[in-house]
Structure formats: C-alpha cells, structure tokens
C-alpha cells in the first residue's frame, strides 16, 4: 500500500507531484509511521491511548517528507533520518493540540480533536507531553547540534504562535508582521527538517544553508496557501472548518492585502467587519478579497516564494530526491491555483 | 539583602533551616535571578513581557536551590549549575502556568496568575515557551547527558500530570497510584535537581545515585506536604486558595489515607462528597481527615519520606552544603508539623 493512501481527505484529489514525492519515500514513511506509534507506546499505558490519537490524526506528515526528501538528495536517508522525522512529527502533533484547544476547534482532519474528546485539560497535558517526549528524544541524536537547532525551532514555533495570538483583531499589524510571525511559527520547523536533513549526511556548510532556505521559503509558501485555504477552499476538501481564522481575528495576508488597498472608508467598512468577527462578514470579506484581487495577491506572492525555495535547490547535484523536493514546491503552487 | 527574603509570602514565617541553607547560596541565587531575566530578554520584545511575569511569580526556588545545594555539596558550585537551575526553574514555571490554567486558579502567590491576566490562549503559549526555551537552553550543556535527564525528567512531569487529571475523581485511585503520579509530576524534576548538581561536579556513579534518591524522596515528601497544605493550611500563608484539589477531584494522601480507613458506609458518604465536590463538603472531609487521624498518618508518612532522603546524604563528605541539604529537608518537617 501506499503510504499516501493513509493520508488526509486531501489525497483523494491531491495534486499528482506530492504522489510522486511520496512514492519516493513510502517505505521511509512507513517506518516514521511505526516508529511514531513505539513513542505512544513508551510512554505509561494510562497516557499510551492519548498519545497515540493525537499522532495518528495530527498531519500530513508534511515534515517528515520534507526531512526524509532532504536527506536523499544530500546521500543517503538514514536511521537518524528517520528519528528526525519522527521529532519532528512529534513537535508539530503538540501544536496542533494546543492550537486545537485556543481556536476551540471540533474537528480536525475529520475526526475530533483532542479537545473535543477529552476536555481542554488533558489536552493541554497532551501537548506538553507530545512537546516533552519529542524533546527528549531529540537528545538522543550523537551529535548535540541536532537537539539544538530542534529545540531552537521548537521554541521559535512558541514564540511565534503566541505572538499571532497577541496579535488577534489588531488592525495595525503590517505585512512584515505577518511574515515575521508566519516564519516562526511554520517555516522554523520546515527550515529545520530540510537543514538537519542535510546537516545529519554532513553536507557542505553551503548546501546546509540553501537547505534550511529552501525550507524556509516553502514553510512560508504553505502557511500562507494555508491562510488562503481557510478563506477560499471548500471544507470538504480542507476536513476542517474555514473561516475560523477570520472569526478568530487572525489576520492573513489577504485580508492583509485587502486593507492594504482599500480607501479610507473601505478601510473603515472591513475594520468593522473584522473586530466584529461574525460568520457572515467573513463570507462577504472572503468575497471581496476574491473581487478586488487581494487573493490573486496573495496567490502571486506565494509563488514567488516556491521560486525562490526551488531557486535553493540549484547547489544540489541531480537526484530523484531532488526532484522530490521540487515536487512538493510544485504541489503547495497547484494547490494555491485552485484559489485563482 | 538577602535572597530569601524576596521569596513568597511564606518567607516572613518560614522556618529557619531554609533560611540557613538559602544563605549559603545567596550570591549563587541572585545569579539564578539575574539570568532568568536574561532568559526573558532573549524572547522577541512582543514576548518578553509575558516570560518576564512567569518566571517572577512563578516560585519559591526550591529546585534552583537544590541545584546549587548539592553542587556545592558534591564539589564547586560552577557555572553549569547556574545554568542548570536556571533551566529547572524555567521547567517548572511552564508546569504552573498551565496547572493554574486547567485548576482556574486566579492567584499564585498572591499575584494574578496569567490565565487570570491574559486568558487560557496567551498561557497556554506562554507554557509553552518558556517549557521550549528552557530545553532549548538545556541542550547548551557540553555533556548531552545533562540535557537528555533534564528532557527525561520534564516528560515524566508531563505524564504525571496527565494521569492525574485523567485520575480526577476516581475513587479507584490507590495510594500506590497516588506515589507514582507524585514522583512523576514533581519528585523528577527534586530528583534531577539534585543527581546533575552532582553528575556537573564529576561525582562518583555511587553519589550521583543518592543524591538522585535524595531529591526524589525529598520531592514526594514536599508533594505530600503541599497537598496537606491544600486541606490544613490557611489562605493567608499558603497564598492561593485553599480546597482546591478537593474541589477538582484531586485525592491526595490524608483523603486516601480517610477512604482506606472507613468503614463501608462511611466510604459510601465520603465518596458522595468527593464526586459532589463542594466547598462545604471539602471543610467537612478537612475536619474529619484530622479528627480520623488521616492528616496525622500522611504526616507520618512524609516524616519517613525525609528520614529516608536525610539518610542518602551520608555518602557525602561533611560540609557546609550538605548540611543545607539537610536543612531544606529539616524545613519540610517543620512545615509539616505545622498542620499537626
């Protein structure tokens, strides 16, 4: 079986490169996925059953790829390989319920989110152990560089989330704002997944550098698709509820770019809209991002940062993995055209 | 000035052995302090403030201290045990902003807590920041080691905490239950404190054992005392509100103490009124628990607790620090005699 079949109501119509970029790595894949169930089983049998439902419905395993991709197209996917991606998956599992209990979310990639299941206490426990766990086994790596630049992206994720959350319904924050806090709390992880990928095959200083840009620059590309996702995907095909980062008062880059170039009293008309947070502004806010050309923004600046994450990939010598990584650049770019 | 006489609402009558052992390490503390505020200068300024207000009215650095303790006790107290408190404290800060998130709790030590300040999202992040820059600092130490046992310790402390809320108001609960949830969520983090205090100084495998013991019967007695606090302490000296774990289905020792000394039909009734969870009811079991002698045996048990902790010191060589170490020990029993 593929690997990609397990995954998300995505794969049903998800774009034919991720296919191929998985293919690649469907054994690899597989043993994340078996080493990633051994970690719930690690821990004490009272707390096995939660562990082990916040891994299997946390993500599309999109780090891991990411980690496991790089390794290939800088030699071989190792053993180390593996328990990064695993790190990694463990990490991002720990945000998504934490994430999960702040926006007071029901569902989660169509089943219910911890929060819903349990209450927000457990849940809240739950990701401090998912966090603790996965920290820990980041300090088994031989080479303590690799627990650093974990921890330092772990952190930056943190720093990153609490400051969208300061930042919910403030109409002052700036594009630059957004970037800042997108980076930390997306692209850190997926800059750290395509650099320790690289550092572990002990790859030029060079080629470790473009890695962790390369994974910057599509960690970037993907929040905002995904901000794009929660104003113009459909929930059926997104497993989630959209509209929530509108009603929660996040402010995403087209709604960013919406004000941006809107009139004074434009700008005074969205405002409201925006403070008051109702289902049925987000509705017609999301209709005129999609008019004015504020989305088609937002799409174009995607773009560019798949350019530029592909752009990286230049210092790397030919290889199918390379190919891989290519691949999922040019997966985030169909995805984002369907918004157009 | 001195160290202690910062710390808590406790200090005016606090006992005089933890002021002895606390100016041992008065100069050493203040380093502690004055790097715990550099640790929150090193957050983005958007979240400076908030890491800054946790760690200050986070706790009585205790762990911290015993830190420095058995450094001193076991060698020189050198730079990496500074560090090492430092990231102990910040461990456990974490821990307390999302306990007082899942208890409600408005005060800590007499101060707003930061769920009260700034809601359940900012602190769920701002748990999680301080827990993720504490491993991140963690993973600074030259020898890995140390920040693989200070992630081991920070992961039993999260699964400690889960099975005890998983545990909330489950009759069922043994006392052999009770100790497990107790060295997990609080005696690993005393237990770590004390064993790299040591493994820092090079410390023969023999001492670096007992002072690992040392500070994990010393964390069970404290827990133990502190849950005694909760039932027989009043408000004013414990500076929180008092019944709580009553309240919220926590059973602590001198309640399970009760329940294992009653007979069938006052089970039956004490039972009734664990699950009810009422203020009143909690005056009523805090009465009987001490008429019963339930409150007196969890004294007992925490006495033994710190006879067996006071008993490992006897591999180290006399001095100054050691006696500190028996002296933190010393101020537990005398806390605890309070409520007899």
Chains 1, 2 share one sequence.
Request: charged share 25%.
């Amino acid at each position: 079986m593929k690997f990609f079949t397990k995954l998300a109501i995505q794969a049903t119509n998800a774009p034919q490169p991720i296919k191929a970029a998985f293919d690649l790595i469907n054994t690899q894949l597989y043993s994340v996925e078996e080493r990633i169930r051994q970690q719930a089983r690690a821990f004490d049998p009272a707390v096995e059953g939660y562990i082990a439902y916040a891994c299997e419905s946390s993500g599309k395993r999109l780090r891991p790829a990411l980690a496991l991709l790089a390794g290939g197209a800088t030699g071989n996917i190792n053993s180390s390989h593996l328990d990064l991606a695993v790190v990694l998956e463990l990490i991002h599992a720990a945000t998504l319920v934490h994430d999960d209990i702040m926006d007071g979310a029901e569902k989660r990639r169509g089943q219910p989110t911890a929060n819903a299941k349990w209450g927000n206490s457990i849940s809240v426990l739950l990701g401090d152990c998912l966090f603790a766990h996965a920290l820990k086994l980041s300090t088994s790596f031989p080479d303590g560089e690799v627990s650093r630049r974990i921890a330092s992206a772990a952190s930056d994720v943190c720093s990153g989330e609490i400051i969208q959350t300061q930042r919910r319904f403030d109409l002052k924050l700036s594009i630059a704002d957004y970037y800042r806090i997108i980076e930390m709390k997306t692209a850190a992880l997926f800059a750290a997944a395509a650099e320790l990928g690289a550092y572990i095959n002990e790859a030029s200083p060079e080629v470790i550098s473009a890695m962790k840009t390369f994974g910057l620059k599509l960690g970037i590309a993907y929040q905002i698709y995904d901000d794009c996702l929660d104003i113009a995907g459909s929930e059926s095909s997104a497993g989630k509820t959209l509209g929530s980062d509108f009603r929660k008062g996040k402010l995403t880059l087209p709604i960013l770019h919406l004000l941006q170039n809107a009139s004074a009293s434009e700008r005074h008309f969205f405002s409201e809209q925006i403070l008051r947070g109702e289902a049925e502004d987000a509705e017609s806010l999301t209709k005129i991002a999609r008019e004015s050309g504020a989305l088609a923004s937002a799409i174009r600046t995607t773009k560019k940062f798949l350019a530029e994450a592909r752009g990286q990939l230049g210092v790397l010598s030919a290889n199918k993995y390379r190919d891989g990584l290519r691949d999922v650049c040019e997966t985030v770019e169909q995805l984002i055209e369907r918004f157009a």
